[in-house]
Every structure is written in structure tokens, then in C-alpha cells.
């Protein structure tokens, strides 16, 4: 009698499983409603930063304010771009050279300096553009008699991660450090006041060719420098937010169908 040997069932094949909850569906899923949230913030900065600078542009088209003999330096950031006139002698011997910096490609700096007003008290001025040429010669100590000087008035300026320290025993000033600037004309015994104004230029572009070639410091303009990138930031996260959700609509349609195939037997 011939034993006969029973050959083991044939293997069943299951559907392979595709989950919806892998790290890259998640990931997918995730993205489009952040990029979303962040583009709808920037919307709500960019109301913020149009309102911002439509404040200042109005403050800076009112008329100039006389400043007062004592200023709250508290409040100066509320007048900020607000004009101002002031009457006094430039003090020579505290001048700073900020920079370097660069106007229509030629090399120079801002002559910064403080203003000995008529009532005897001083603020800090940066009257302008000054070339490197002119500011080694300098022509700026020729001016020695009563000026009126029309300005804005500022709170500074940020520095950033690259900006060195300044140096002030070696005359370097990369950047507006307003008290110290302050200290260094002399400060609360010198009657000093730590208020930073830029000096404003209103004239036309061929004067202002003259002032710079003569080594008379050029002004700003009076302008509202406020950045505002928050419309490129608002179009790049929406477009963000619709091309993740696209992938994620394309990759779930994927997975729908791979789940329905069957591999062969």
C-alpha cells in the first residue's frame, strides 16, 4: 500500500494594505492647513504694517513742531517721522562718521553731529551723506555760524547680527547708538539730550549732485522707510497651502486605488 504524502495548501494572497495614517500622509495632511494659518497671519500683518505706515506718512505731512528746550525721551517714539525745526551751532568737535555707506556709487559716510541749540541744550543730528573725500578733508568745519536745521525725528536704528561693535575711542560708528552718542558729545552734564533727528533734504536731484561734490552733507529724503514684504509673504504661503493640498488630494487618490489591486497568485 502506497502511503501517498498530502502536498500543503496553495498560499492565500490578501490585498496588500495601504495606510492612511503613514508619516508622509500626515506630513501631507499637516502642511497644507499650517502654510494656511501662516498665510492668514500675514494678512492680518500686512492690515497692520498698511495702517503702520499710512500713520507715519500722515504724521510726517504735518507741519514741523519746534522742539521744546526739555524733551520726554519717553515719548519720542510717538513722533516718530514727525518734522521738526531747530536753531543752533554745530559742534565740530563730537562729530562722527558713521558707515561706511554709499550714495550714486561714491564711498562716504553720515555726518552725524550735535546741534548746540539757541536755548543751550544739544540733540544728535544725522545731517547726511558725506563723501569720503570731503569727510578726510573736512569741509564740514567751515560752518561755524548760527544754521536752522529742518529734520525727523527718529528713534535709531536696529542693529543686526553682522553690524560690528561700535569703537568710539577710535572714532569708528557703524551704527546709531544714541545714548552712547549722547554720552560721547557729553552728555546730561554737557545738557545732551539722547535725541536722534535726521536732517531732511527737499530739493531736487541736480542740487543734490552739487551738495555731495561741494562736501555739504545731503540729507534723506523725507520718506517713510517702513519695509513691508508681507504681500510676497501672503501669496508664497497660500501657494504653499494650495500645492500641498493638491499633493495630498493626488496621494490619497493613489492609495485608493493600489489598495483595490490584488497581487498575482
Excluded: C
Excluded at 90 to 105: F, T
Excluded at 229 to 242: E, F, I, P, Q, R
Amino acid at each position: 500500500m502506497e502511503s501517498t504524502t498530502a502536498s500543503p495548501p496553495p498560499p492565500q494572497y490578501k490585498t496588500r494594505q495601504y495606510s492612511f495614517f503613514s508619516p508622509t500622509m500626515v506630513l501631507l495632511g499637516i502642511m497644507p492647513i499650517f502654510t494656511f494659518a501662516l498665510g492668514t497671519w500675514q494678512v492680518e500683518r500686512l492690515k497692520w504694517k498698511v495702517n503702520l505706515i499710512d500713520e507715519l506718512q500722515e504724521k510726517l505731512s504735518r507741519e514741523p513742531l519746534v522742539l521744546p528746550r526739555r524733551i520726554n525721551t519717553t515719548a519720542v517714539a510717538d513722533f516718530t517721522y514727525r518734522k521738526v525745526l531747530m536753531r543752533g551751532k554745530w559742534d565740530h568737535a563730537h562729530a562722527i562718521l558713521l558707515g561706511p555707506r554709499v550714495y550714486e556709487g561714491e564711498n562716504g559716510y553720515h555726518l552725524v553731529e550735535p546741534l548746540v541749540r539757541t536755548d543751550g541744550t544739544t540733540v544728535i543730528v544725522d545731517r547726511g551723506f558725506i563723501s569720503k573725500e570731503h569727510a578726510e578733508k573736512k569741509t564740514y568745519l567751515q560752518e561755524n555760524d548760527e544754521v536752522e536745521v529742518l529734520g525727523m525725528l527718529r528713534t535709531g536704528h536696529k542693529r543686526n547680527y553682522f553690524t560690528p561693535d561700535n569703537h568710539p575711542e577710535q572714532g569708528k560708528w557703524y551704527w546709531v547708538d544714541i545714548d552712547t552718542m549722547a554720552q560721547y558729545a557729553g552728555g546730561e552734564p554737557a545738557g545732551v539730550q539722547p535725541v536722534y533727528i535726521e536732517e531732511v533734504f527737499e530739493g531736487h536731484g541736480g542740487e543734490a549732485t552739487w551738495r555731495v561734490a561741494h562736501g555739504i552733507p545731503l540729507g534723506r529724503s523725507p520718506t517713510v522707510d517702513v519695509r513691508n514684504s508681507h504681500a510676497s509673504y501672503v501669496v508664497t504661503w497660500y501657494s504653499l497651502s494650495v500645492f500641498t493640498t493638491v499633493m495630498f488630494i493626488r496621494l490619497v487618490l493613489k492609495q485608493r486605488r493600489q489598495r483595490g489591486i490584488r497581487l498575482p497568485r
